[in-house]
């Protein structure tokens, strides 16, 4: 059998690059008296601080896609107290986006689905700052936004753009963080960098045309996958996050996640390439 | 199909007899031939290379699922 590569407690956050502001020598001015009253419930929990709540408040993490998977994503990490937004969706909100894309409301059909979701951000959390990109992102702007952000999460209802990160994280050496879903079929992954990926997955395959389109959408468990990549991208902004690969698997006969490690495959062209060329570097 | 040529195994979290050679390819073939499914063997993602060279265990717990691409 294969073997997997395990990382020891505490190497994942060595593999997460220093937070952006860090990178140019940036201190961080403590929390004001409104942000700690604000973030008050979240600062009594018996492992949080003033530290960590400064770490979220000066990091900065990229969505994209800003749809049923995006929208509660991106309210609970601004809830938490991240600080820096990056919102990217090229599509309009529609009326059949309404029922689980929860950032949106009837005033927004037509509008970008990220301006739409930075504004009712804005309005719910004071201290979060929203970045547009209201385009659906190209390879050469990935390569130019990856190395920007603390983390990247991919929301997104399309193979390609999947295919596209996986590729380009592999080839970063970035971890990253996403999910997917159709019907009542969904799972979440955390991917660092040669220790498997969605091409391993087998996620390069011909897949069902239409997706939500047309096999429909459970917002139960939209909203379940979002709290997943929450909590996962909370630990890895706080460098606490597993340090192998993880696939949360929903089944839905019984309602339940099943939790799995990825099992690296050398000859993989994705994560078995970039892995010998990381090798090939030392 | 005697007792000694089946395996028990976990399919799906649903006990289920199987030949005590077959391979995760055989047992994909069977279960989901020609359509889009990833394989995680005894909770490690199995990579699709690496099925037709695994033969299933006794008490071996298979989740066998589609592939989706939506949000």
């Given at each position: 059998m294969p073997i997997i590569d395990k990382m020891a407690p505490g190497q994942a956050?060595?593999?997460?690059?220093?937070?952006?502001?860090?990178?140019?020598?940036?201190?961080?001015?403590?929390?004001?008296?409104?942000?700690?009253?604000?973030?008050?419930?979240?600062?009594?929990?018996?492992?949080?601080?003033?530290?960590?709540?400064?770490?979220?408040?000066?990091?900065?993490?990229?969505?994209?896609?800003?749809?049923?998977?995006?929208?509660?994503?991106?309210?609970?990490?601004?809830?938490?107290?991240?600080?820096?937004?990056?919102?990217?969706?090229?599509?309009?909100?529609?009326?059949?986006?309404?029922?689980?894309q929860i950032l949106f409301q009837q005033s927004d059909l037509g509008q970008n689905k990220a301006q739409a979701a930075a504004r009712r951000l804005q309005q719910q959390n004071p201290f979060v700052h929203c970045k547009t990109l209201p385009q659906q992102l190209a390879e050469s702007e990935l390569r130019t936004l990856l190395p920007k952000v603390d983390l990247v999460i991919d929301c997104t209802d399309n193979q390609h753009s999947k295919l596209l990160l996986n590729k380009l994280c592999q080839q970063m050496h970035q971890s990253w963080i996403g999910a997917t879903a159709t019907a009542y079929q969904g799972y979440s992954w955390l991917l660092h960098p040669g220790q498997g990926c969605l091409h391993c997955l087998g996620q390069d395959v011909p897949l069902a045309i239409g997706g939500c389109l047309t096999q429909g959408a459970y917002a139960p468990l939209l909203a379940q996958l979002a709290s997943q990549l929450v909590s996962t991208a909370l630990d890895l902004l706080l460098q606490q996050a597993p340090g192998q690969n993880q696939l949360q698997l929903y089944q839905h006969a019984q309602r339940q996640f099943i939790r799995c490690t990825f099992t690296a495959d050398p000859l993989c062209p994705i994560c078995g390439v970039s892995k010998q060329e990381a090798k090939d570097v030392r | 199909m005697s007792v000694e040529s089946t395996i028990a195994i976990f399919l799906n979290t649903v006990e289920t007899l199987l030949p005590a050679d077959m391979t995760v390819a055989a047992l994909v073939q069977a279960e989901a031939a020609d359509q889009p499914v990833a394989v995680a063997l005894n909770q490690q993602v199995l990579p699709k290379r690496l099925w037709a060279s695994t033969k299933l265990q006794r008490q071996d717990q298979v989740l066998l699922f589609q592939l989706v691409a939506g949000g």
């Open positions: 956050a060595a593999m997460m690059t220093a937070p952006h502001w860090s990178q140019h020598g940036l201190t961080p001015q403590p929390l004001s008296d409104h942000e700690f009253l604000y973030f008050s419930r979240q600062l009594l929990l018996p492992d949080w601080s003033e530290a960590r709540q400064l770490r979220l408040k000066h990091s900065r993490v990229l969505i994209i896609g800003i749809g049923g998977l995006g929208c509660p994503t991106a309210s609970y990490l601004a809830a938490a107290g991240v600080g820096e937004l990056w919102l990217a969706d090229g599509d309009q909100v529609e009326l059949s986006n309404l029922p689980r | -």
